[in-house]
């Protein structure tokens, strides 16, 4: 199976929040100390609005 780096930077962050005790860091300080660009950290961690899904 072949990822794409958006495939494969969504279980990296779920993994770095789901390791983070007490508060969960900002998508910037997330996207910094993975050394990864803002807007593709922004993405993964996107909410849709209500009633719509991804």
Request: net charge positive.
């Given at each position: 199976?072949?990822?794409?780096?958006?495939?494969?930077?969504?279980?990296?962050?779920?993994?770095?929040?789901?390791a983070?005790?007490?508060?969960?860091?900002a998508?910037?300080?997330?996207?910094?100390?993975?050394d990864?660009?803002?807007?593709?950290?922004?993405?993964?961690?996107?909410?849709?609005?209500?009633?719509?899904?991804?």
């Open positions: 199976m072949r990822l794409t780096r958006f495939t494969d930077l969504a279980p990296r962050v779920l993994m770095r929040l789901g983070e005790e007490g508060e969960l860091p998508t910037r300080q997330v996207a910094a100390t993975m990864v660009p803002y807007a593709h950290t922004a993405k993964v961690v996107e909410v849709p609005p209500a009633g719509r899904t991804a």
